[in-house]
């Protein structure tokens, strides 16, 4: 059975055996504001949601990650919809993402309903990367 929660303190070493990228400091207050999520496949944790809110008002995923075992599988997409619907709920009408436009991700997003909105260059050090696409979809 699949299940989307929202992350608690005691999911953190599982957290982070999976993002590289969010700072520690910022694991406790995203609990807190029940910003980051744990799926589960069969009670077992299987990947991470999070996000922030862009402009403080756009719910902006900022990651979503499967392990490998179970891509292609659709509980990216289940993780997504469950996702879009509680922003909803909230009174959200739009929610936003993005990703490198050299990642596959992008392709994901827009046959989910996403929609390109635009890019960003970043070459200044040490953030410098390749193009970063920006994507949103209306609920």
Same mark, same amino acid.
């Given at each position: ?6 992350? &608690?303190?005691?999911?953190? %070493? @599982? !957290?982070?055996?999976?993002? =590289?990228? #969010? %700072?520690?400091?910022? @694991? ?6 029940? =910003? ?14 999070? @996000?922030?809110? $862009? !402009?403080?008002?756009? %719910?902006?995923? &900022?990651?979503? $990650?499967?392990?490998?075992? /179970?891509?292609?599988?659709?509980? *990216? ?5 469950? !996702?879009?619907?509680? #922003? *909803? ?6 929610? #936003? &993402?993005? &990703? ?8 994901? /997003?827009?046959?989910? *309903? @996403?929609?390109?909105? *635009?890019?960003?260059? #970043?070459?200044?050090? %040490?953030?410098?990367?390749? +193009? ?6 209306? +609920?």
């Amino acid at each position: 059975m699949f299940i989307i929660a929202h992350a &608690t303190l005691q999911d953190k %070493p @599982y !957290w982070y055996s999976l993002d =590289r990228h #969010m %700072p520690k400091s910022e @694991y406790e207050p995203k609990v807190r504001d029940k =910003r980051c999520y744990i799926l589960r496949e069969n009670e077992q944790p299987i990947g991470i949601l999070r @996000y922030n809110l $862009f !402009w403080d008002v756009i %719910p902006f995923l &900022t990651l979503i $990650f499967l392990e490998d075992a /179970y891509h292609r599988k659709g509980l *990216g997409s289940k993780a997504m919809a469950h !996702w879009e619907n509680e #922003m *909803g709920a909230l009174g959200h009408k739009m929610v #936003m &993402t993005s &990703t490198q436009a050299d990642e596959k991700a992008q392709f994901f /997003y827009r046959k989910l *309903g @996403y929609k390109d909105m *635009g890019c960003l260059v #970043m070459n200044d050090p %040490p953030y410098e990367q390749p +193009l970063e696409v920006f994507l949103s979809k209306g +609920l």
